[in-house]
């Protein structure tokens, strides 16, 4: 570059480095130092040695970050110690025996509002890639029906007046091929079918202050059995009687049934369409509002109309009260138009007390009506509630006649063969 008429700036040299200080400067000898104080040491210093395995020294010494879980499954984010990558696969680690995981359930906390629902979705949406399915069993903030409609999956909504419904008496997976399974394996499905409906029941019967015991449970159980068809050897197991309506004693499914394309395993099932769809219930509907609205309005127009009256007889001439529908309406027109006589005839238009006596007492029978419509009002609340889920459960006579005494004796051979079967009756004579 000289050859062209450039000079580059001389380079600074470099800043001389400084030198470390000894810290030992003075070397002690094996007798020590001489002085005051000082000498040599008969022994060497007792300094003890420990050995342990790298899991212990994290307690023993917690600033040593040990080795971060392997780069296996959803990548969720940094990790703080090692500064790399953090990927989350519960499953994999509980089958690997990864870092001592033994259980693949995973908890998120947090407080509201930093993300947990989001890292939620995002570790669903990112474990897919590797096969796993995900399972919402309750969407309570529909936060999930949008992953789901974007991953082309329709979501099944339950409720009043909706198709879907959930049979909690249903078979499930454990009902599938019933016919090839070896007998231990049918023993096991069997009782673990049974063993969860006798508690749905033992739920249901006991939500009515009804008893409960070993007994009516023994019976309850040879009930569900003999409705199955487990109790007669039946090489399919289904959850009506298999000769009930519609159904024929050979095939275990009605024609119905047979032609609505549905897949039949070892319960029946019946096809979404063609079920029956309940209505919407009235509780959710304009019509409740507009009787309310109605009720609440005839109330008060037969309230205006008993006050007139009062003030009539005990202020004015007599009682009066309208004659036909008609003669109401223009009375509690004339009330409220401040004319209290009108539409009443010539006769009783003269004994209508004064104005000040008849919307006094038209205003004290509101007020009567009012209280005594919210005091029956809460009491129909209290004692039957619109939907109460008691109103679908069996009465008490019901689930006597069912788990009763009379059934009790009808099954007597079955709770207690020792007492009251075959061979009890035989030894006794």
């Known amino acids: 570059m000289a050859d062209f008429g450039h000079q580059l700036p001389p380079l600074a040299p470099a800043p001389a480095r400084a030198k470390d200080v000894d810290p030992f400067q003075v070397m002690v000898g094996r007798h020590g130092r001489s002085g005051r104080a000082c000498g040599w040491a008969p022994v060497p210093a007792p300094v003890a040695a420990y050995r342990m395995t790298s899991e212990q020294v994290g307690g023993v010494w917690p600033l040593i970050a040990g080795d971060g879980l392997p780069s296996t499954g959803a990548q969720m984010g940094i990790d703080f110690l090692s500064g790399g990558a953090f990927h989350v696969d519960p499953i994999a680690w509980t089958l690997q025996g990864t870092a001592g995981v033994t259980n693949p359930n995973i908890m998120f906390l947090g407080a509201p509002g930093r993300g947990k629902s989001g890292a939620v979705k995002m570790f669903c949406l990112r474990m897919m890639a590797f096969g796993y399915r995900t399972l919402i069993l309750g969407d309570v903030k529909d936060e999930y029906e949008p992953l789901c409609r974007a991953l082309g999956v329709e979501p099944h909504a339950v409720g009043h007046g909706l198709p879907a419904r959930i049979n909690p008496l249903d078979f499930g997976p454990l009902g599938s091929d019933w016919t090839a399974l070896p007998r231990a394996e049918a023993q096991r499905r069997a009782a673990m079918v049974f063993s969860r409906w006798l508690l749905l029941v033992r739920g249901l019967v006991g939500s009515q202050h009804v008893p409960f015991d070993p007994s009516a449970e023994t019976a309850v159980g040879q009930v569900i059995r003999d409705l199955t068809g487990y109790a007669s050897g039946a090489d399919r197991m289904a959850e009506r009687p298999p000769n009930g309506p519609g159904r024929s004693p050979t095939s275990g499914a009605s024609a119905d049934d047979r032609g609505s394309g549905e897949v039949h395993g070892a319960s029946t099932m019946t096809a979404p369409q063609q079920r029956h769809r309940d209505p919407q219930s009235i509780g959710q509907g304009w019509e409740t509002a507009v009787a ?107 689930a006597e006649q069912v788990l009763g005494i009379s059934r009790l004796r009808a099954a007597r051979a079955i709770i207690r063969p020792d007492l009251h079967g075959a061979k009890a009756s035989k030894g006794s004579g």
């Not at 609205?293 to 127009?301: D, E, F, Q, R, T």
């Not at 004319?339 to 104005?355: E, I, S, Y």
């Not at 009506?369 to 109460?388: C, E, K, N, Q």
Request: glycine share 18%; proline share 4%.
């Open 292 to 398: 309310i609205l109605g009720s609440a309005l005839l109330v008060l127009g037969l309230a205006a109309l008993c006050g007139l009256g009062v003030a009539s007889a005990l202020f004015g001439r007599g009682w009066v009260w309208p004659s036909g529908t008609d003669a109401m309406g223009h009375v509690i027109g004339g009330l409220l138009t401040g004319r209290p006589g009108q539409g009443f005839g010539d006769r009783q238009a003269t004994l209508v007390a004064g104005p000040v006596a008849v919307y006094l007492c038209v205003a004290v029978c509101e007020l009567a009506a009012i209280a005594a419509s919210i005091t029956g009002a809460v009491l129909v609340t209290r004692y039957r509630r619109p939907g109460d889920a008691r109103g679908g459960m069996a009465t008490r006579s019901e």
